[in-house]
């Protein structure tokens, strides 16, 4: 998928995806240099960023917040729409199925295929069979059009060395496409804010199967409004201190205390999912936060809290994260994400059990003389617990607000807009959406 980034970004069942294109809203940029965490938390890691446009108010009062939460509407699992697979373009059904960008171009796009079109053969994307049909991509609907090129795979079939080896069009290795990127960065906001399709919906002779209805939405939401907490990390190589903290300014948040903030205010008050990026690194994997349970929560001393987060504590006679901290809290919290699927003909609403997957974080809360969270640091220096195994903290947290307008399918030049499909209307899609509530 692209690599286009605008502010900030993007999983496959236990491993995948890519980053994502967001139009964030609320204010500053992730300057590093200006706003990276040091002690306290800063600018781009306030928690009240979430509720900006929000009628609400964040609870820190941190007796006041309850240890276990779920949202009410849970987030669908779907495909992540793997780019060297040509994305929502896939015939996922088999070849005698149109994709659903090829049904939604018949449907609304007034596209008319020639006699022969089914007898094309697309590229295969196993590397069993090279052959294809170049006519293909020339006779097929603008949305598909659209989306292989700028989505898909078009780089293995269109005469270039993407990846710089010496080699045109090769099958193996996709021409530098990785098997991760695709469109989770759109997935994970419409799973969180559409309802999930539970019926198939046939227009003009076109039937638009469950998964046909998630690709067409999620090719919407392909650039998205969101509120961002935290900065996003680009290196591939984090470096950390030897307390096992991370150096890179950039890659030290998202807070532990604006986490653990949002994470009990979201899911344990309001009962509303997030998203988060999982890896504090360079890739980004967007997933739907689910729930949490607090598994322990105890008041810790000075000297504790420098113990757990300093190799050697004889060194350090005072809390050296946050000089405003008057009590200190150690947290392990076991946090419940959605994955993703492969495509199918039905919804999932009644398996969503097996799509939730674990992370288990261990971090100290920084609380003030009322007892309220205004900080908090992550623990790096043990990787397991009685609980089970620690995972390393998320990178930067996000709250969808629901898909960009369309652009203009012809800019200055007639050049296409490259941040979505400007061929697929979210407005139609929606339609879709409500029909596929009624079984009728």
């Not at 293995?156 to 496409?177: A, R």
């Not at 939405?217 to 998205?224: G, H, L, R, V």
């Not at 680009?234 to 950390?240: G, H, M, P, Q, Y």
């Amino acid at each position: 998928m692209t690599k286009s980034l605008c502010y900030i970004c993007a999983f496959l069942m236990l491993t995948a995806c890519s980053e994502l294109t967001l139009d964030s809203e609320g204010g500053e940029g992730q300057d590093s240099e200006s706003y990276g965490k040091a002690d306290q938390w800063d600018k781009l890691n306030d928690p009240d960023r979430f509720v900006r446009y929000l009628d609400e108010e964040l609870v820190y009062t941190l007796a006041d917040l309850p240890l276990e939460g779920r949202a009410k509407k849970r987030a669908w699992p779907a495909s992540y729409w793997p780019t060297y697979e040509d994305s929502t373009n896939a015939r996922w059904l088999g070849a005698e199925t149109l994709s659903p960008m090829e049904k939604y171009d018949l449907v609304f796009n007034g596209w008319v295929p020639p006699e022969d079109f089914m007898s094309l053969q697309p590229r295969q994307v196993d590397c069993a069979d090279t052959s294809f049909d170049p006519e293909y991509y020339q006779v097929i609907g603008p949305a598909a059009r659209w989306m292989s090129e700028h989505r898909g795979h078009w780089r293995t079939h269109d005469g270039l060395d993407n990846d710089n080896d010496g080699k045109i069009d090769e099958c193996s290795g996709h021409e530098g496409i990785g098997v991760w990127w695709g469109l989770c960065h759109a997935w994970t906001p419409a799973s969180l804010l559409e309802d999930e399709p539970l019926y198939p919906v046939t227009i003009k002779g076109v039937t638009f199967e469950i998964s046909d209805l998630k690709a067409l939405m999620i090719t919407a939401y392909d650039y998205s409004r969101a509120m961002v907490v935290g900065g996003r990390c680009k290196t591939d190589s984090v470096e950390r201190d030897e307390n096992g903290r991370i150096i890179n300014i950039e890659c030290r948040d998202t807070n532990a205390g604006t986490f653990h903030v949002i994470l009990t205010n979201f899911l344990g008050l309001l009962e509303l999912g997030f998203a988060e990026d999982r890896t504090y690194d360079a890739q980004v994997w967007n997933q739907p936060v689910d729930s949490y349970v607090i598994e322990s929560l105890r008041e810790v001393s000075e000297s504790e809290a420098i113990a757990l987060l300093v190799t050697d504590p004889s060194t350090v006679m005072s809390y050296p994260y946050n000089d405003q901290a008057k009590s200190f809290v150690e947290v392990i919290v076991d946090v419940k994400y959605v994955v993703e699927s492969r495509p199918m003909s039905e919804p999932i609403t009644d398996n969503h059990h097996r799509y939730l997957r674990d992370d288990l974080y261990h971090y100290i809360l920084e609380l003030d003389g009322d007892g309220q969270i205004i900080g908090g640091e992550w623990i790096n220096g043990s990787a397991e617990s009685s609980f089970g195994h620690f995972s390393q903290q998320p990178d930067f947290l996000w709250l969808p607000r629901g898909p960009l307008s369309n652009p203009i399918a012809n800019g200055p030049q007639g050049m296409v807009d490259p941040r979505k499909n400007p061929h697929v209307s979210y407005s139609e899609v929606k339609r879709l959406f409500l029909k596929s509530q009624d079984p009728n």
